[in-house]
């Protein structure tokens, strides 16, 4: 069975959580037969290379609108590729996509990964709701990433009877362990307990709320590291140098080997984004799967399906610096409690976020289409 995923952005040109997601789709429904293939654009590099086992094909992005890349040759890449595909497998939210589909002409079984509610562009989402709208009708399945975003979503209500939920998932076998020299070197840098954040730094991502937690006197004493670059990356340090965070510490994009050793080292994550852009939450799942108590906040997607309140974790409420400060001095105080917390955040991802189930998942609804 072929399968062609589509989306904006991909490896090696960018490590957020949906390509994240994609890679672990590929590798997972891989191993059960399906041969993947990823379309994507690029402004520079190769126009193909082999990844992990599937190939992805970069066609040259001419020009970008609101984070939206468009690209004429994708358009005509799609169109070959599709037909070559059992089935077309669209990451969602990404406007040019919807506008290729039909400009290629694409009639294949097709399902649609939502990630996220279009949040931020306001004007520009009222231009595009008539192409949404007819996209998400005219593909053959839609797929939530938890059930609280399917819950939460207008959107998704709208389509309710065509969407399921298959839930993110986490291959640890590829977490491989990292050499005693690189976990000594973090270890040596910020001690046996610290709180972690991984991720891209970006508006949504609530970054101002967990500074100003700390700005309060009796949470400033926390060590916080900030792991990831991103376009609000010296906004945040300068407002740390304001506030005076000297136990704060932001050490930029990190490889695999630094990012595992910080995860096994921290004593527990901290995710303080405030917006439903952040559907689901990649790097929180990758706390759970190591065993981490977590802190987060209540905002509707898949970030609190992760994270259970009072079982995994803590979760407070959004854009609400004194509510994340307690929370941090709530397992800060308490060690035998955060660790109850993340042993049970590590059964919880063993039970439903494994890369496997995932993968098993995804391979039964593309069987399911390519059977109609």
């Not at 595009?128 to 053959?140: E, G, M, N, Q, T």
């Not at 905002?299 to 610096?321: A, F, R, S």
């Amino acid at each position: 069975m072929r399968v062609l995923h589509f989306y904006k952005t991909y490896y090696p040109d960018s490590w957020g959580g949906v390509e994240q997601a994609i890679r672990q789709m590929c590798v997972g429904t891989g191993r059960l037969g399906v041969d993947n293939t990823v379309l994507t654009l690029r402004r520079d590099g190769p126009a193909r290379i082999d990844f992990e086992g599937h190939v992805v094909h970069r066609a040259q992005q001419n020009f970008e609108i609101a984070s939206t890349g468009f690209s004429l040759g994708a358009i005509d890449k799609l169109a070959h590729l599709a037909r070559q595909a059992d089935v077309v497998h669209y990451h969602f939210p990404w406007p040019f996509m919807d506008l290729a589909h039909f400009m290629a002409r694409v009639d294949k079984p097709s399902v649609v990964t939502y990630h996220s509610d279009i949040v931020r562009q306001k004007n520009l989402l009222r231009l595009y709701a008539p192409l949404k709208r007819r996209f998400l009708r005219s593909v053959d399945a839609i797929v939530a990433t938890s059930p609280n975003y399917l819950a939460s979503s207008p959107v998704l209500q709208q389509f309710a009877d065509k969407t399921r939920v298959i839930t993110f998932g986490l291959d640890k076998a590829g977490y491989h362990q990292p050499p005693a020299a690189v976990t000594d070197k973090w270890r040596a840098r910020f001690g046996g307990r610290f709180f972690l954040f991984v991720g891209v730094l970006r508006y949504y991502k609530g970054l101002h709320i967990l500074l100003e937690a700390l700005a309060h006197p009796e949470h400033a004493q926390y060590p916080v590291v900030i792991v990831g670059a991103g376009p609000i990356e010296q906004e945040l340090r300068q407002h740390a140098a304001r506030l005076g965070l000297e136990h704060v510490h932001f050490v930029g994009a990190v490889d695999e080997d630094d990012k595992i050793a910080l995860l096994q080292a921290c004593y527990a994550m901290v995710f303080p984004s405030h917006l439903r852009s952040e559907a689901f939450g990649i790097s929180l799942l990758e706390g759970a799967m190591f065993g981490k108590p977590m802190i987060s906040s209540e905002i509707g997607t898949g970030t609190t399906y992760i994270n259970i309140d009072n079982e995994t974790g803590l979760v407070v409420p959004p854009d609400d610096p004194p509510a994340f400060g307690a929370a941090m001095r709530a397992l800060w105080d308490d060690p035998v409690r955060a660790a109850d917390m993340g042993r049970r955040a590590g059964a919880r991802y063993q039970e439903l976020f494994t890369a496997e189930r995932m993968a098993l998942n995804y391979h039964g609804l593309y069987s399911e289409l390519a059977a109609v």
